[in-house]
């Protein structure tokens, strides 16, 4: 398969047509080209690949808008739309060790030092209140300073100047504790960030695992090939070779900067907090570079983070419940679990499970493997005539969770909950639900009575 963002763009072409626009007239970065993929989304129910020729104050075409489609990312993975999840965790139990080579098109165009100016990038402001220009699309190539251990992460940056920006890092989370390490060291963590990747690369980098769990080779997996890195011109941190632009930085020791207010994927903008800052010392790029953005809490960026946020669930609920059955994440901070409950107190074997194995989970619900989980409505009919809440409700208190959630503390700690939806004492004993006779139901066909 190959690993550069150009061939899934002529892939999706391909496939569909209508799924890629071009858009050649002139858009501002501000607002304006969040408000395009909206109003699409909304008004036009199409969710595009979109890019941008002409965008106001740079010379970079701007692509937005690649993921908002489960059938688009599960193309990436040369996979079925309904087999993503099965996809995924082959990749994650079969990864496939990175290659490093000697060049790559990334290299094309390098500018170091004085060269630097991520004025030159499009400065896209997302949503009003927004502080300033941000990029969403970068992926974080890191090493554990005292390690042979390395985390790949999506991280929002602020551009603050020329050649620095504020970077967002998750409390607890991986590149996270690579920083720590290297403060407590006084040392600069050596960082690259990697914009415009194929969607392969992208659904690695938000592997969900043990800090020693290399994204590089999941991303290796999805690709059905190494994944081919290139050493960076200002440090020895390692890029895919294909991939549009770098930013060849290091993560400072002991600063801080205001960074905020953002309109995060919980619809809230969050507020002006002190994070830590980003030095640009190159920036690489190649000869006709793509600008990827994603648009933050809509489609674009929600289906991403979905798929592998619901393979690490089912891999971690499978571990306590082997007859788990689905696993869907349909909105922030909260997961649908099906089920064979076999003996009592798997749902909340399964709860527990859940709870624990993704910082940004919140509320967990359970139902009866006869509940489609990939019908809001399905699940809310368990939760209504399966559920009593003095009974089947399960409240953790003082658990970390995510510092974006709105409603938690500043550090990020917060209540989880999950409901036991399933019925009691088993499925086989409850109320028979009502349907129309399977063979009636297979019999009839609609035009046979209507034009």
Known sequence: MAQDLRSYLDLVKRRKPGDFEIVSKSVDPRFEITALVVKLEREG???????????????????????????????????????????????????????????????????????????????????????????????????DPTREIWNCAYNRLQIKSRDTTSI???????????????????????????????????????????????????????LGEPLELVKCRTSEVLVPAHAELVLECEILPGQRTPEGPFGEFTGYSLGERQREIVHVK??????????????????????????????????AVRAMVPSVKAVRVPSPFTCFVSLEQRIPGQAKNAILAALGADLYMKRVVVVDEDVDVFDDRQVNWAIATRC????????????????????????????????????????????????????????????????
């Open 388 to 451: 009593q809440p003095d009974r089947d409700i399960t409240i953790i208190t003082n658990a970390r969770g995510s510092d974006l959630d709105p409603s938690a503390r500043e550090d990020g700690h917060t209540a989880k909950w999950g409901v036991d939806a399933t019925a009691k004492p088993s499925l086989a004993a409850y109320t028979p639900r009502h349907r129309v006779p399977a063979d009636v139901w297979k019999r009839i066909d609609l035009k046979d009575f209507f034009a």
């Open 282 to 315: 190159a920036i690489t790029h190649r000869r006709d570079a793509i600008f990827q953005d994603i648009t933050v809490a809509h489609l674009d960026h929600m289906l991403l983070s979905t798929i592998p946020m619901e393979a690490n669930l089912f891999r």
């Open 168 to 222: 967002h890092l998750t409390t607890g989370k991986h590149l996270w504790e690579f920083q720590r390490i290297a403060e407590a060291r006084n040392e600069p963590l050596p960082l690259a960030l990697v914009i415009g990747v194929h969607p392969a690369i992208a659904l690695g980098a938000l592997a969900i695992g043990s800090i020693d769990e290399d994204e590089r080779g999941i991303m290796g997996g999805l």
């Open 45 to 143: 129910k199409r969710r595009p690949v979109l890019l941008f020729e002409n965008v106001k104050g740079t010379k970079f075409p701007v692509l937005t808008n690649l993921h908002a489609s489960r059938p688009r990312l599960a193309a990436a993975m040369n996979a079925a739309p309904e087999a993503t999840q099965a996809t995924y965790l082959r990749a994650m139990d079969k990864p496939l060790a990175p290659k490093i080579v000697a060049s790559g098109p990334v290299h094309e165009v390098v500018r170091e030092g004085d060269q630097v100016d991520l004025y030159d990038l499009p400065q896209i402001v997302h949503h009003e209140g927004d502080a300033g220009a941000y990029v969403t699309a970068a992926i974080s190539f890191a090493k």
